[in-house]
């Protein structure tokens, strides 16, 4: 990986971007760009011998229920609260927010 960005190379990534950069921009971003590269060039070097390849962070297990049926409130008293409900198709109606 280049460890360096010249004025050139950051204009023409930005040109692929359609991003229109001024001179401190693209001083900036060439700056950065070899950052992040460095750091990547510093993770690809830490020894992962004896590291299992992972496929994902979640633990196996205990994140998942079984679905249940739970009682649920009673139609009748959640459309009583309501200021303007439909009781029959058991609806609540609400002001127009879009025209």
Same mark, same amino acid.
């Given at each position: 990986?280049?460890?360096?960005?010249?004025?050139?190379?950051?204009?023409?990534?930005?040109?692929?971007?359609?991003?229109?950069?001024?001179?401190?921009?693209? !001083?900036?971003?060439?700056?950065?760009?070899? !950052?992040?590269?460095?750091?990547?060039?510093?993770?690809?070097?830490?020894?992962?011998?004896?590291?299992?390849?992972?496929?994902?962070?979640?633990?196996?297990?205990?994140?998942?229920?079984?679905?249940?049926?739970?009682?649920?409130? !009673?139609?009748? !008293?959640?459309?009583?609260?309501?200021?303007?409900?439909?009781?029959?198709?058991?609806?609540?109606?609400?002001?127009?927010?879009?025209?």
């Amino acid at each position: 990986m280049p460890s360096d960005f010249t004025r050139e190379r950051v204009a023409a990534i930005a040109a692929l971007a359609n991003l229109e950069l001024d001179p401190p921009e693209v !001083d900036m971003f060439a700056r950065q760009l070899a !950052d992040i590269l460095a750091y990547a060039d510093e993770v690809q070097q830490v020894d992962t011998t004896g590291v299992p390849p992972t496929t994902t962070v979640a633990t196996e297990g205990g994140a998942d229920r079984d679905d249940e049926v739970d009682p649920s409130l !009673d139609l009748g !008293d959640v459309l009583a609260n309501a200021p303007d409900a439909l009781r029959n198709p058991g609806l609540f109606r609400v002001p127009r927010v879009l025209s």
